[in-house]
């Protein structure tokens, strides 16, 4: 079955930049909606960005217009390009792949996540 792995996570500066990177192990992950997710210590994992298999992309509005999803399927490869990230954009980062949208319980497959600092 498909697996997930996360990269690009780090600490960077208030106001700086991360692009965070989703590898799938197959390209059967084509055929699923895929979105990007994020939990904090004591907090319900949230929905950021998702791409549906139509291409139409969603975002929370917590990050809109600071964030950008994107896709490369000839690499199988997910993209978070976060910028002017904030302190409370800290927390562990997750992609996803599952049936579309925000919310995390109808996405079946995560990856182990990445961790996002700002300060």
């Known amino acids: 079955h498909v697996q997930l792995v996360e990269s690009g996570g780090g600490s960077v500066q208030v106001g700086g930049s991360l692009n965070l990177s989703c590898a799938a192990s197959l390209s059967t992950y084509n055929t699923y909606c895929v979105g990007w997710f994020r939990q904090s210590p004591g907090k319900g994992r949230e929905g950021l960005a998702a791409?549906?298999?139509?291409?139409?992309?969603r975002y929370a509005d917590s990050v809109k217009d600071r964030f950008t999803i994107s896709q490369d399927n000839t690499k199988n490869t997910l993209y978070l390009q976060m910028n002017n990230l904030k302190p409370e954009d800290t927390s562990m980062y997750y992609c996803?792949?599952?049936?579309?949208?925000?919310?995390?319980?109808?996405?079946?497959?995560w990856g182990q996540g990445t961790q996002v600092t700002v300060s």
């Open positions: 996803a792949a599952g049936r579309g949208g925000l919310i995390p319980s109808v996405y079946d497959i």
């Open positions: 791409i549906d298999n139509d291409g139409h992309t």
